[in-house]
């Protein structure tokens, strides 16, 4: 069955320094978004990424879907201790709407 | 535009008493969905409606959790009898569209429930 892993678990950096959280699924899939929940809120959509190869940017952060369409990557730069939260890919199969949510990156950025 | 709205936001109840939560979607979004988020860990999806109609609820504990969404706007979650394993928060969340093809979901605030 479908299994997507997400790594790592947990990150902390130093405020400045960038920060990658990886999405990896052993089936291909039809697209995939990432949401960013914030200590006590809950899941706010970011950004949806459909095409293979896709690459998109919001300000600092870098959104990639890989050519194979199984893995996906969130690259921020310079983190910001407004970037702390947890970040979650989430996941629809082909041919189905079901959206699944990884296990998440918990990012601390230490000021 | 108003978003998602979930009540009661918090409850606390025993184990095998009755617990119901109410979400009332995004005007116009025909999806609504209801996620278990358990401390730690991604939310998990309960249940899927489009309009009034069940799209997937393989993952809904049937033998104790019930979800009805009455004339395909507001929605309602049951949980009974809860056991100590049912807390966590419950997000309510809605889309435009089935899920796909560029459609973003949005999610209420959460009801949080502990169960003791």
């Known amino acids: 069955g479908q299994q997507v892993m997400q790594i790592p678990q947990y990150q902390h950096v130093q405020e400045g320094e960038d920060f990658t959280t990886y999405c990896n699924s052993s089936?291909?899939?039809?697209?995939i978004q990432w949401y960013k929940q914030r200590p006590g809120g809950h899941p706010v959509f970011l950004i949806q990424?459909?095409?293979?190869?896709e690459v998109k940017k919001q300000k600092r952060l870098t959104f990639q879907f890989g050519e194979a369409k199984k893995n996906s990557s969130l690259h921020i730069t310079a983190t910001q201790t407004t970037d702390v939260g947890t970040y979650f890919c989430?996941?629809?199969?082909?041919?189905?709407?079901?959206?699944?949510f990884g296990t998440g990156t918990r990012l601390k950025v230490l000021a | 535009e108003a978003g998602v709205a979930q009540s009661p936001r918090y409850k606390i109840i025993e184990k095998r008493q009755s617990v119901a939560f109410w979400c009332n979607p995004i005007?116009?979004?025909?999806?609504l969905y209801w996620y278990q988020q358990i401390l730690g860990q991604g939310p998990k999806l309960l249940i899927q409606?489009?309009?009034?109609?069940?799209?997937?609820d393989s993952q809904l504990p049937k033998d104790r959790f019930s979800a009805e969404r009455l004339k395909g706007v507001d929605s309602t979650l049951k949980i009974q009898p809860a056991k100590l394993e049912d807390s966590a928060v419950y997000l309510c969340?809605?889309?435009?569209?089935?899920?796909?093809?560029?459609?973003?979901?949005?999610f209420g605030e959460g009801s949080w429930l502990t169960v003791v």
């Open positions: 005007s116009g979004h025909a999806t």
């Open positions: 990424l459909v095409k293979s190869g």
């Open positions: 409606f489009q309009n009034n109609g069940v799209v997937d």
């Open positions: 089936t291909t899939l039809s697209n």
């Open positions: 989430a996941y629809a199969t082909s041919g189905t709407y079901k959206y699944i």
């Open positions: 969340a809605s889309s435009f569209l089935r899920g796909g093809g560029g459609n973003t979901i949005y």
